[in-house]
């Protein structure tokens, strides 16, 4: 092989090797979201089609539980509310669980920031009798909040009373009393989570389902969501299509992939734009590769006449140079695809590539890589196209010095 034809078939390989990487690169980072979301996330969500409350939710989960892939699953009451605190505001996600069923269903302790715990329960006291000799109930709430609503509201002491508001259903604000308008709550902040990923960070206050139901005016049975956890070897879209089953069309029934869909359509999006630079890159080569083997021609130019003299069509000339094409481009693919292998599994084993910034900070210090081999099977179709494409130029070009 000659030093020009070494030089198309380096193009070839880096070319390969780039879209290799690439394609595994944002394979990493899907992978990377999927276990940060699946932290506090669940497998399947069920929610109602119509309105924000499913009104028989003790049936429905009982229908949900015996179904053989299902593991746990668990009634959910979540909502917007304002969380005041030391004279400090912020509107808030409160979300309101099963304290005993979310810490089996989630990875909730090992987000909590030391000193705090999980904690979300509530307890019931009744006081001193009223004016009017009746004996009152006093709940007494503690929760888990975000590290976004911590560091907003400055709550820098557990165990103090985070004030929650929500205005009551159908009942208009009376300027003179406007906190009639209002239900209140409290809860005694136990924890600080931290899962490192916005969408759970921001604004959540975990608490319990009572606190939560009182706080938005439910029924003891109902619900907003009912959230589940597959078995393991149980694929989360397989258990969502048989939930779909008996939960009928009154629900939405989505996998954890669909309820984070914003989330990977953009990794997505990046990943074939991406894509789609790197194969115009390849393209390039491609070029450069025909080039070469013009050059090639020109340089043949007597043996090409010495091929005519002897017999040989310009069709069957072309044909030569069009294997020549193939051979190079083939022999570039499979050394790019060498080379993109060994390097992602460099990167996967041994980070070489690091993430700039604080490491401190960052979830993770390399940059992800998870190799599929299906993504090589998807390289191979531009490396094809770039084939053909060198092949057909190169072999017309040489077919027409071959007739001159």
Same mark, same amino acid.
């Given at each position: 092989?000659?030093?020009?034809?070494?030089?198309?078939?380096?193009?070839?390989?880096?070319?390969?090797?780039?879209?290799?990487?690439?394609?595994?690169?944002?394979?990493?980072?899907?992978?990377?979201?999927?276990?940060?979301?699946?932290?506090?996330?669940?497998?399947?969500?069920?929610?109602?089609?119509?309105?924000?409350?499913?009104?028989?939710?003790?049936?429905?989960?009982?229908?949900? !539980?015996?179904?053989? @892939?299902?593991?746990?699953?668990?009634?959910?009451?979540?909502?917007?509310?304002?969380?005041?605190?030391?004279?400090?505001?912020?509107?808030?996600?409160?979300?309101?669980?099963?304290?005993?069923? #979310?810490?089996?269903?989630?990875?909730?302790?090992?987000? +909590?920031?030391?000193?705090? !715990?999980?904690?979300?329960?509530?307890?019931?006291?009744?006081?001193?009798?009223?004016?009017?000799?009746?004996?009152?109930?006093?709940?007494?709430?503690?929760?888990?909040?975000?590290?976004?609503?911590?560091? !907003?509201?400055?709550?820098?002491?557990?165990?103090?009373?985070?004030?929650? #508001?929500?205005?009551?259903?159908?009942?208009?604000?009376?300027?003179?009393?406007?906190?009639?308008?209002? +239900?209140?709550?409290?809860?005694?902040?136990?924890?600080?989570?931290?899962?490192?990923?916005?969408?759970?960070?921001?604004?959540?206050?975990?608490?319990?389902?009572?606190?939560?139901?009182?706080?938005?005016?439910?029924?003891?049975?109902?619900?907003?969501?009912?959230?589940?956890?597959?078995?393991?070897?149980?694929?989360?879209?397989?258990?969502?299509?048989?939930?779909?089953?008996?939960?009928?069309?009154?629900?939405?029934?989505?996998?954890?992939?669909?309820?984070?869909?914003?989330?990977?359509?953009?990794?997505?999006?990046?990943?074939?734009?991406?894509?789609?630079?790197?194969?115009?890159?390849?393209?390039?080569?491609?070029?450069?590769?025909?080039?070469?083997?013009?050059?090639?021609?020109?340089?043949?130019?007597?043996?090409?006449?010495?091929?005519?003299?002897? @017999?040989?069509?310009?069709?069957?000339?072309?044909?030569?140079?069009?294997?020549?094409?193939?051979?190079?481009?083939?022999?570039?693919?499979?050394? @790019?695809?060498?080379?993109?292998?060994?390097?992602?599994?460099?990167?996967?084993? #041994?980070?070489?590539? !690091?993430?700039?910034?604080?490491?401190?900070?960052?979830?993770?210090?390399?940059?992800?890589?998870?190799?599929?081999?299906?993504?090589?099977?998807?390289?191979?179709?531009?490396?094809?196209?770039?084939? +053909?494409?060198?092949?057909?130029?190169?072999?017309?070009?040489?077919?027409?010095?071959?007739?001159?």
């Amino acid at each position: 092989m000659s030093a020009i034809s070494a030089v198309s078939v380096a193009g070839v390989a880096v070319a390969t090797a780039a879209l290799v990487c690439v394609l595994s690169v944002f394979n990493g980072f899907r992978d990377v979201l999927s276990v940060r979301l699946d932290t506090l996330g669940c497998d399947v969500a069920v929610t109602p089609v119509h309105g924000k409350t499913i009104g028989d939710a003790d049936s429905l989960l009982t229908a949900i !539980r015996s179904l053989s @892939g299902v593991e746990r699953a668990m009634p959910v009451v979540s909502d917007n509310a304002l969380a005041v605190y030391d004279s400090r505001e912020m509107p808030v996600r409160v979300k309101g669980v099963d304290e005993s069923l #979310f810490r089996q269903m989630t990875a909730i302790d090992s987000l +909590i920031i030391p000193e705090g !715990r999980f904690a979300a329960s509530s307890t019931l006291t009744e006081s001193a009798e009223d004016e009017y000799g009746e004996s009152q109930e006093i709940r007494s709430s503690v929760g888990t909040i975000a590290v976004g609503v911590a560091s !907003r509201l400055s709550i820098y002491d557990l165990d103090r009373r985070l004030l929650l #508001f929500t205005p009551r259903k159908g009942v208009r604000v009376n300027p003179a009393n406007p906190l009639a308008s209002f +239900i209140t709550d409290s809860i005694s902040v136990a924890g600080v989570y931290q899962a490192n990923q916005s969408d759970y960070d921001d604004n959540i206050v975990l608490t319990d389902l009572p606190t939560a139901r009182h706080l938005f005016e439910l029924d003891d049975d109902s619900a907003t969501a009912i959230e589940v956890k597959a078995r393991k070897g149980v694929e989360a879209s397989t258990l969502a299509a048989d939930i779909r089953g008996i939960a009928g069309k009154d629900f939405v029934v989505k996998d954890s992939l669909q309820q984070q869909e914003l989330h990977f359509r953009m990794i997505e999006i990046e990943k074939w734009v991406t894509f789609l630079l790197l194969f115009f890159i390849l393209l390039i080569a491609g070029f450069n590769l025909i080039s070469t083997l013009s050059m090639l021609v020109l340089e043949k130019r007597k043996a090409l006449g010495t091929l005519r003299a002897i @017999g040989m069509t310009s069709r069957s000339i072309g044909g030569i140079f069009a294997w020549e094409s193939a051979i190079v481009t083939l022999i570039g693919g499979v050394a @790019g695809m060498l080379l993109g292998v060994v390097l992602c599994l460099l990167q996967e084993n #041994f980070g070489l590539i !690091r993430l700039n910034g604080d490491a401190d900070s960052l979830v993770i210090k390399a940059y992800p890589v998870a190799l599929q081999w299906t993504d090589l099977l998807l390289v191979c179709i531009p490396l094809a196209a770039v084939g +053909i494409i060198t092949a057909i130029i190169s072999s017309g070009f040489a077919r027409r010095r071959a007739s001159l």
